[in-house]
């Protein structure tokens, strides 16, 4: 019931707003279909607001993925210290994100007398020690490089327990016939763990389309558009304090458009990865 | 020859490693160095210690600030939402992996997709929703916006750990004549108890540090939950330039999250782990 009233209902409630032009303020809302939708196809704002999502989806993806399998790599070579390892990846996942925001905000990328910088300027590496990480043309860079260093983490660990189920005579008998290691990860560790695999790229895409909380952090009271992504655009157009008119209507039209994203993305995903279940 | 490329390969992964745990320990240590330096001294000797350890600023930040009674806010709404989000999604979940229902595939999905609708979308609606009952700028109404966005997730999670209890259990309960209700309270609740730890503790951690929702549906000053707060006043930085004392404030959001991190992080990935692969 509870599920019904606060979540479908409003998801239906939604799909209705997107096609009026509506205040929010006033009883009247006035219909007019499509027009939400035709209006952001000429909207530049979304158009930078979706390249950032899709960037943030695929550049971050990459990022997160391409890293969680190295370590797990460094961690199953019987390396000292796993579990310690893993952990500490893994914290920065359940720090809030308000918090990440101030710290990599005020004192890592922070101008000239930040954490980086100064450390730039240490090393004697004049090209970085100037270097504006929180400039209009770069936040959106340092901004991703946070969002990897915070996820990796919880990937790694669902990776890794993935990878712990595979039966270690494979390996055994691959090493024995003198495999190395590469055509080992993609003969035997990546087709055994593509139905984890599956479920944490649906995971991220989820994520990734709607991540919201630390983007908006960063960018301190007025987000720049640099960094907006569709999230944060539709959260601007409908309670942003920059227009005095909130246009509700015209904000769940872009969260429908999000919405569809997430579904191709799933989709899309799922094509890809399906195929027959490994029995081992 | 091989033996020593072995030890070089090592040597490089450990010093990754040690590298990106670095960074991570870096985050507490800074944030909890800054918040004991002074407004002058906290970028002017950004890699000094302090010379005094000034716990006057936690003072600050909890009294004047309001942080004491902010935090008292989260502990009361984040424990009640969580208590609800359990009572409600272990039934749930139960009743998914269980039941021959007609519609038990539908239904599941019509959960799982939850988890993927975009939060912003339903902000207007909600919002509508809570204003015609006036729970708008009211703890409750922040719970129940929280209880609801948090079952799609958690009713996944516990599904998974459902699944894995053998049917006979129920079988030999109810050959014993153990009615529905009393096999589920007393033989699978117990038998799930992993799984719903982890849900509670994962649901703690991150309805604690959410602060969009408490943004959006508090809007006095009163019911400000602690990382609300704290998002407060780092937005209003530019009027008030009082560094130290968002320190204080980041390092009161990480306490609770940290100890059950030193405590429970095994049980935490464990539980994770074992909820998300079935």
Not at chain 2, 102 to 113: I, S
Request: hydrophobic content about 55%; aromatic content about 16%; proline content about 4%.
């Amino acid at each position: 019931m509870l599920y019904l009233t606060f979540f479908v209902y409003p998801t239906i409630e939604a799909l209705r707003i997107s096609f009026y032009k509506w205040s929010g303020f006033s009883k009247e809302m006035e219909f007019i279909g499509l027009h939400n939708f035709v209006r952001l196809l000429r909207d530049t704002s979304f158009h930078a607001a979706l390249k950032n999502t899709m960037l943030l989806l695929l550049v971050g993806g990459a990022g997160i993925f391409v890293l969680a399998f190295l370590f797990s790599f460094l961690l199953n070579s019987g390396i000292r210290g796993k579990k310690i390892y893993r952990s500490i990846i893994f914290f920065p996942y359940i720090v809030a994100p308000v918090v990440h925001a101030i710290y990599w905000g005020l004192l890592v990328y922070s101008p000239r007398k930040g954490i980086l910088n100064s450390l730039f300027g240490l090393l004697n590496i004049k090209a970085l020690e100037e270097f504006a990480f929180v400039a209009h043309d770069h936040i959106f860079g340092s901004v991703l490089f946070v969002v990897i260093w915070i996820n990796v983490g919880f990937y790694l660990i669902i990776l890794l327990a993935g990878m712990d189920r595979i039966p270690g005579h494979l390996y055994e008998a691959a090493r024995l016939e003198g495999a190395n290691e590469g055509y080992i990860f993609f003969k035997i560790t990546l087709p055994l763990v593509r139905e984890v695999l599956t479920i944490l790229l649906v995971f991220w895409g989820f994520n990734a389309i709607r991540m919201f909380d630390l983007l908006y952090a960063f960018g301190g009271l007025l987000p720049p558009r640099e960094i907006w992504t569709n999230a944060i655009y539709l959260y601007i157009v409908g309670f942003g304090k920059r227009d005095p008119i909130f246009q509700l209507g015209y904000a769940t039209a872009i969260g429908f458009v999000t919405l569809i994203l997430i579904i191709i993305f799933t989709v899309l995903i799922r094509r890809l990865l399906r195929r027959e279940i490994y029995e081992y | 020859m091989i033996s020593s490329r072995a030890k070089f390969g090592r040597i490089i992964s450990h010093g990754f490693l040690v590298l990106w745990s670095v960074s991570v320990a870096m985050l507490l240590f800074w944030t909890i160095v800054a918040s004991l330096k002074t407004n002058k001294t906290v970028f002017r000797e950004l890699w000094k210690l302090p010379q005094v350890l000034n716990f006057g600023n936690y003072l600050r930040a909890l009294s004047e600030l309001n942080f004491a009674s902010y935090s008292l806010n989260s502990l009361l709404i984040v424990s009640t939402s969580v208590v609800v989000i359990i009572i409600v999604s272990c039934p749930a979940a139960y009743a998914l992996t269980r039941m021959n229902m007609r519609w038990k595939n539908p239904l599941t999905l019509f959960y799982v997709a939850g988890m993927g609708i975009p939060v912003q979308l339903l902000f207007i609606p909600l919002f509508k929703i809570l204003s015609t009952i006036s729970l708008v700028d009211s703890p409750i109404g922040l719970a129940v916006v929280f209880i609801t966005l948090s079952i799609p997730f958690t009713v996944f999670l516990l599904t998974g750990f459902f699944v894995t209890i053998p049917a006979e259990m129920e079988e030999s309960a109810a050959i014993d004549g153990c009615g529905e209700f009393r096999t589920f309270y007393r033989i699978m609740v117990p038998m799930a108890g992993p799984g719903i730890i982890t849900a509670i503790i994962i649901n703690f951690i991150l309805l604690w540090n959410e602060y969009v929702l408490a943004l959006i549906f508090i809007t006095g000053k009163t019911y400000r939950t602690l990382s609300l707060g704290l998002y407060n006043l780092y937005a209003a930085l530019q009027y008030s330039s009082d560094w130290v004392s968002i320190f204080a404030g980041s390092v009161l959001v990480i306490i609770p999250t940290l100890i059950i991190f030193i405590l429970l992080s095994e049980r935490l990935i464990a539980g994770i782990t074992a909820g998300s692969i079935k």
